[in-house]
């Protein structure tokens, strides 16, 4: 994909999240970040330099994992990550830590050909952790783990952020990306169409789901206070305003209209914000139904096509 006028800053200290559909530039902006691919225009700076011309120099203070790893199917696991602790000039000691981190565990003495998609995803993984570097950059870290590793990668990501470290990643699992980010850009056709906290994009943004037994009950408890709510599907939807908004109730003043009304929900949470501000983004890129033939057409006679034995006479 190309890119198209790409702006984009990620500050010290946030986990940012590239999200959008197969083919929005998302690995190719990873790509550029680390100076894998020159742009043709514009400029590009890597913890504060060219990363093309400060790739060979810099210390190892970026870890980074771009699509598929490529492994030695005759190294084990452990010799990779030391290979890459000596290049990194990290001490051995960091090849285990990584080990114990992801919960490698024997599967580390075995040779990488013996791994599946997922421990070899893991172990890539594990060697863009060495160092530890200050800024990690990750192309779908946990496509293909299983639920385990899933959740161990995105803690590691989440303490990674919490020490000081900074993650610019790309993902498809909005779920994640919504717990995890503290900004997320949407990208669609090369270009960042919309970023902010993933609580805060799209329509939905600030809006809360109730779960009650007794929704119009709710509904009159919250209707008094003036705020705007409707049932859907079972639930009900109470809209708190834009993240700008001064006075902008939040789930605290929803829980306390409740109770005050005698009304007690069984779950109270926002809206799945960034699943619905994706699915207007990408609702523009779907391609246009086939349009039913009009009834001249459809009385037409379809062209004749000769036998190839007769076309090439």
Not at 149 to 164: E, F, K, Q, T, Y
Not at 279 to 285: F, R, Y
């Amino acid at each position: 994909m190309v890119l198209a006028g790409l702006d984009l800053r990620v500050d010290e200290g946030e986990l940012y999240g590239l999200i959008g559909p197969n083919g929005a530039g998302k690995t190719t902006a990873l790509r550029v970040a680390l100076g894998l691919l020159r742009a043709d225009a514009g400029q590009v700076r890597l913890l504060g330099r060219d990363p093309r011309s400060a790739a060979g120099a810099r210390p190892r203070r970026v870890g980074s994992l771009i699509e598929a790893p490529a492994l030695s199917p005759r190294l084990t696991g452990r010799e990779y990550l030391l290979l890459i602790a000596r290049w990194a000039q990290a001490p051995d000691a960091e090849a285990d830590r990584v080990v114990g981190l992801l919960g490698l565990g024997r599967m580390a003495d075995r040779p990488t050909a013996t791994y599946s998609s997922g421990m070899r995803q893991v172990l890539a993984t594990a060697a863009a952790l060495v160092g530890p570097p200050d800024l990690l950059v990750l192309d779908e870290p946990t496509v293909g783990l299983d639920p385990g590793h899933r959740r161990r990668v995105n803690d590691l990501l989440g303490d990674h952020v919490a020490r000081g470290g900074t993650v610019l990643l790309s993902s498809h699992q909005l779920d994640d990306a919504e717990r995890l980010c503290t900004r997320v850009g949407l990208m669609a056709a090369g270009r960042l169409v919309e970023e902010g906290p993933p609580t805060e994009l799209g329509p939905a943004a600030g809006r809360f789901e109730v779960t009650v037994g007794d929704p119009e009950a709710a509904l009159a408890a919250l209707r008094a206070l003036r705020l705007i709510c409707w049932r859907d599907n079972g639930k009900v939807l109470v809209e708190t305003g834009a993240a700008f908004q001064v006075g902008r109730p939040d789930g605290s003043v929803i829980a306390r209209a409740l109770a005050a009304a005698g009304v007690y929900p069984s779950d109270l949470r926002r809206s799945p914000t960034l699943e619905l501000a994706y699915a207007e983004v990408t609702s523009g890129l779907a391609p246009d139904p086939p349009r039913p033939p009009t009834d001249r057409e459809a009385r037409l006679e379809p062209p004749f096509d000769p036998p190839v034995a007769e076309a090439f006479r």
